[in-house]
């Protein structure tokens, strides 16, 4: 029996900040964003979009009504939850329906927690090889207008299904992981964005990555060669091409160098139009790679890097499997396309909105386009999620 992902689903918001606006408006060259970050847009939500709508939306859009009588595991990840308390998978469980006697926690460790529910997920699904388990990575990368990171913004969600048998790709046992108590990005309680220490986050991450993976290499006696590809996280794609440069030994085969490019480059093409999305970035790399590459094959060997400021990393590898590609989308691009483009003043309100409460705890909003799901106002502290009717 294996063990892995059987299904991918992508959410984003229906707003588009074009970077060319950004550099207009703070004074930048728009290489600088385009070449330097190699990012060109990034994902807006507005108050009524947030991590349980982003997350709701992108399960609805690979869930049969026979995936929710199987799912008895509900993990939403992510470092931009709406409530201390209770898990936002305990909304996006009755949102989507999911049979009753499931479990639903909400895990968090910055951009790394998806990976720790996926590990969760693999542990339970091999108990139970009848059962399935959803992990969704949902967040709202929000640094500040004007901020270092501002460039580096993004929204979305991505929901993975995990089987036994599955039709995507398979978890191999070879996980390494590392923990450092370090202070490169984090979000006291008490604000709304975080506080980040730039370059040193970006060494942390080249540090972390150097570091896992040599010892991924010592424990598994394992060569760049072995794999097809590797994805990584995606907080702007350029740190991650260094990344990718900063594994490959000295003296790699030139063509195999061009073709791990090739695929680096079908990786990034969705977060070059999205931006951060913390926990779900690593895996829309993932889904980027498998929808846009042209060589992939089943028995292909992926790696992924999963990196977490604070900071938790994780080097673990999957197997393609047969059939694949009928589980994935080749039009995804094209609703990326479709989303609304704010000017800045727009994008500036938009995305810094909010709630205005009432003494009572009440607030209700503009009406915006989000996807399939909504928070349609708050009651009594109370945050009312609704389908829209459309959908
Ligand atoms: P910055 O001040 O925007 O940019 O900070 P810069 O001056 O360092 O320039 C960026 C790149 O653009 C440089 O390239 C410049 O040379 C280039 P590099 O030297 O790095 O190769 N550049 C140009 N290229 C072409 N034409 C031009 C031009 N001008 C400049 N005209 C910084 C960049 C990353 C510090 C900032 O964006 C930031 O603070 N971002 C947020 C933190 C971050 O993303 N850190 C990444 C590692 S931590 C992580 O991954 C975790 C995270 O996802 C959170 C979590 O885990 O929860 C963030």
């Not at 073709?259 to 926990?279: D, P």
């Not at 604070?310 to 396309?337: H, N, P, Q, T, W």
Request: aromatic share 10%; glycine share 6%.
């Amino acid at each position: 029996m294996t063990i892995g992902i059987d299904k991918i689903g992508f959410a984003t918001s229906q707003y588009v900040l074009k970077l060319e606006e950004l550099a207009q408006a703070r004074g930048q060259k728009i290489e600088k964003y385009t070449t330097g970050l190699m990012l060109d847009a990034l994902s807006i939500t507005p108050i009524t979009e947030d991590i349980v709508t982003l997350a709701a939306s992108a399960a609805q859009t690979i869930l049969t009504d026979d995936d929710k009588a199987a799912i008895d595991m509900v993990i939403v990840a992510t470092e931009s939850g709406i409530d201390q308390s209770k898990a936002a998978s305990v909304y996006v469980h009755q949102l989507l329906g999911i049979q009753p006697f499931a479990r639903s926690v909400e895990m968090k460790e910055a951009c790394y927690a998806g990976t720790a529910g996926l590990n969760y997920a693999k542990l339970h699904v091999e108990k139970n090889p009848d059962r399935k388990a959803l992990v969704i990575a949902s967040d709202i990368a929000k640094y500040g207008i004007a901020s270092a990171g501002e460039a580096t913004q993004g929204a979305g969600a991505v929901a993975m299904l995990v089987t036994s048998n599955p039709r995507i790709a398979t978890f191999s046992d070879d996980n390494v992981a590392q923990t450092r108590d370090i202070y490169d990005f984090w979000r006291p309680n008490y604000s709304t964005t975080p506080f980040v220490d730039g370059i040193y986050s970006t060494k942390q991450y080249l540090d972390s990555l150097k570091t896992t993976w040599a010892e991924y290499q010592k424990r598994h006696q394992a060569n760049l060669e072995d794999f097809a590809a590797f994805c990584f996280h995606l907080p702007y794609p350029k740190l991650a091409l260094k990344g990718l440069k900063k594994i490959m030994p000295k003296g790699l085969d030139e063509s195999f160098k061009s073709h791990l490019t090739n695929h680096f480059e079908a990786s990034i093409q969705y977060s070059r139009k999205v931006g951060n999305i913390y926990t779900g970035s690593l895996y829309l790399g993932l889904l980027s790679l498998l929808e846009n590459s042209q060589t992939l094959q089943a028995g292909d060997k992926i790696g992924l890097f999963s990196y977490g400021s604070g900071a938790v990393s994780e080097i673990f590898s999957l197997y393609l499997v047969d059939g694949f590609k009928e589980m994935l989308r080749s039009d995804r691009a094209a609703d990326l396309e479709k989303r609304s483009a704010l000017s800045i003043g727009a994008y500036e309100k938009l995305f810094y909105e909010e709630a205005n409460l009432t003494e009572e705890g009440n607030a209700k909003f503009d009406t915006y386009d989000t996807g399939t799901f909504a928070l349609e106002h708050i009651q009594n502290h109370q945050r009312i999620y609704v389908r829209k009717e459309h959908d």
